[in-house]
């Protein structure tokens, strides 16, 4: 098995090392762990998001809409209330429509991937690096097991939106994370099975969102959202399992809140 999988690392280089020049990256900054190093990295990454998801939604990129993404990227800075975000989100969205003649379609990017990312940030400056730090480590670890498992075992197609998917592979992700994700969140859900219904969701969330940017592209005709990562594609290539698992996690985080005792 291990032969298999190196081989298939092998087959793919350019993506395995990108991979493993962004997983050092990313760990760098969470060592570090501050909250405006990190709020500057998401950003830089959101703002690349928001260009790629104009593309996606075939609209023309407006300067405009890039001063207002960069005007709610350093509002949210300063107020991580859940409930003022999504207002100022709204307010920012209203304006999108606003300054680009009543095209309701600009305010889409600022649905997807604007929303996601501040739930991103928000998960880190409200609840702390270990929730972060968990939903990437499940959603990546969803990723990879479905990646390798549906070059090992995949035969049966899980959605037209996106043709190389299999139902294997993404029953190997879910299981695999799930085991994982069930085990090192019980610190954080404060117990086993709250933690692997919780991980069982956010996986399941993951791959929606993986079939969401896959049925963007696809409509679009493209087949990656950029070319900014070798291997990979772009920003919402690889991070929209992420900011779907980003979502899913503090609604969950706030249901639970909600009965606690």
Request: hydrophobic share 55%.
């Amino acid at each position: 098995m291990l032969k298999k999988i190196k081989a298939v690392a092998m087959q793919d280089s350019k993506r395995f090392w990108s991979g493993i020049a962004m997983i050092i990256c990313i760990a760098i900054v969470l060592w570090i762990n501050d909250l405006t190093l990190t709020w500057a990295l998401m950003g830089i990454l959101y703002l690349i998001a928001f260009f790629e998801s104009t593309k996606l939604y075939q609209i023309n990129f407006h300067i405009l809409g890039l001063l207002l993404a960069i005007l709610l990227w350093v509002g949210i800075y300063y107020s991580h209330e859940a409930l003022v975000v999504a207002i100022f989100t709204l307010c920012i969205a209203s304006l999108s429509v606003i300054v680009s003649n009543g095209n309701p379609k600009y305010t889409f990017p600022f649905i997807y991937p604007t929303l996601p990312f501040v739930a991103l940030f928000v998960l880190y400056a409200a609840h702390g690096l270990g929730y972060l730090v968990w939903l990437i480590v499940v959603v990546a670890l969803a990723d990879i097991f479905a990646y390798y498992g549906g070059r090992q075992f995949g035969k049966t197609k899980l959605c037209e939106a996106s043709p190389k998917k299999t139902i294997e592979g993404a029953l190997c992700g879910l299981v695999g994370s799930v085991m994982v994700g069930s085990v090192f969140g019980i610190g954080i859900f404060g117990g086993f099975y709250l933690a692997l219904f919780v991980s069982a969701i956010i996986v399941i969330v993951s791959i929606v969102g993986d079939l969401f940017e896959s049925a963007l592209k696809r409509k679009a005709d493209m087949k990656d959202s950029g070319a900014i990562l070798p291997g990979h594609g772009g920003i919402l290539d690889r991070m929209d399992a992420i900011l779907f698992g980003a979502i899913a996690m503090l609604m969950c985080l706030s249901f639970l809140k909600m009965y606690q005792p």
